[in-house]
């Protein structure tokens, strides 16, 4: 009896407390995740399905990255303007009328043209489901449930990789297709069993993208994640690249990331709740740095085990910054303002997504030697920042108290 009574407490502590329509959120985005095949595999389709040039496939991933940049400050004014879950459903279905048309679409400016719509509404629906945890969820739960909301990703992600691998052997339009169908289910389902959670307009307070602007704190936290962004994003653009150049095969690369994976999925889930009880500055702060020290590490490999080992450290990292940006978004915005605040996290990745790749290569190219401890000092940088402003952080007054 004691120990079910153990086991049923467990269980508690990591996922109880939480409101059924956050559990609906995380079940479609689970869901959603599972059909992301198609972005993974667009430099194979470009140039393999559609005997696109590589200067080419440059071209139409770049303005895939542009339409990004626009999507997050958008869909954030979106979902402050018009709600979360209008916001959030049109997003998915866009972005399932969009995959459609690519998988058939077979001239460069149709490409061109379709990527940079992609790019605008695929991840459209991140500052809305945000938003959707703030105003649902109560502060000291939100680091868990944010948490989780990260762990769906990861684990839908990775089985998405494995099997998008085995879809693509009958063809890429498949892939396409099963994107579409379960951003279509995300949809629904956000439309069918969650309820509207932006204030109710007589309660809300005018807002512009201004009043975000003017929030110094806020800009300093995007910054200071901007710079952890060009370092993580390291890993999935610049990695690759250097192990080749060292002479292993790309199966060392798989190898690798396979244990980022494999940690995200078996160990996040386990301390999410145990670091939620911490200061959310001081954890994150502790998660920049322990990528940074990943990636600097990076350097010393030369095999595949070495570079698995790096990833590991790096991982280990990232998984103590899984649902803190969340929570501190939340507490810095005003409820009427969370899908703006939102999105203008959203936009310090989607810069990054752009950068990362342009900096990254650069010093492959012009500074292999110091390429991996310069990395390791952003990500210390960015970690020293997170602390200053952990004060500041704290002594904000929570409006979710207001409401």
């Given at each position: ?130 938003a959707i945890v703030a105003d649902l969820v109560p502060p000291e739960d939100r680091p868990r449930a944010f948490g989780l909301l990260f762990w769906a990703i990861n684990l839908g992600f990775s089985v998405a990789m494995v099997a998008g691998g085995w879809l693509a052997r009958s063809g890429f339009t498949v892939l396409f297709w099963v994107d ?224």
């Open positions: 009896m004691t120990t079910v009574i153990s086991r049923t407490g467990f269980i508690q502590s990591k996922v109880g407390g939480l409101p059924r329509p956050f559990w609906v959120l995380f079940g479609g985005t689970f869901v959603n995740r599972l059909g992301t095949m198609v972005e993974p595999f667009i430099g194979i389709y470009l140039t393999q399905a559609r005997g696109v040039s590589l200067a080419t496939t440059g071209l139409v991933m770049t303005m895939f990255g542009v339409g990004s940049l626009l999507s997050q400050p958008v869909a954030g004014w979106l979902a402050d303007r018009l709600g979360r879950r209008i916001t959030l459903t049109g997003g998915m279905v866009a972005t399932a009328v969009t995959m459609v048309a690519l998988g058939y679409t077979t001239s460069v400016p149709g490409l061109v043209a379709g990527m940079f719509v992609l790019g605008i509404v695929v991840d459209a629906y991140r500052p809305a489901s945000q579409a169908v379960t951003c279509l289910i995300f949809g629904l389902l956000v439309w069918r069993a969650i309820p509207e959670t932006r204030p109710a307009r007589e309660d809300a307070l005018p807002g512009r993208f201004a009043d975000v602007l003017r929030d110094r704190l806020m800009l300093v936290f995007v910054l200071g994640n901007l710079a952890y962004s060009l370092v993580y994003l390291q890993g999935y653009t610049t990695l690759p690249l250097a192990m080749t150049g060292q002479g292993l095969p790309a199966s060392a690369y798989g190898m690798a990331m396979a244990v980022n994976g494999l940690l995200i999925v078996v160990v996040q889930p386990l301390t999410n709740a145990w670091l939620a009880r911490f200061d959310s500055s001081k954890v994150l702060a502790s998660g920049f740095a322990l990528v940074g020290v990943g990636f600097a590490v990076t350097s010393l490999a030369s095999s595949a085990a070495g570079h698995a080992a790096a990833v590991a450290v790096w991982t280990l990292g990232e998984v103590l910054t899984a649902g803190i940006p969340g929570a501190i978004v939340a507490t810095l915005a005003p409820p009427h303002l969370r899908g703006r605040y939102s999105g203008l996290y959203g936009l310090s990745w989607s810069a990054g997504t752009l950068l990362a790749p342009l900096v990254g290569t650069r010093l492959l190219a012009d500074a292999p030697g110091l390429m991996w401890p310069l990395f390791g000092a952003l990500g210390l940088l960015a970690a020293a920042g997170q602390l200053l402003i952990g004060r500041a952080i704290r002594r904000r007054p929570s409006p979710s108290r207001k409401e």
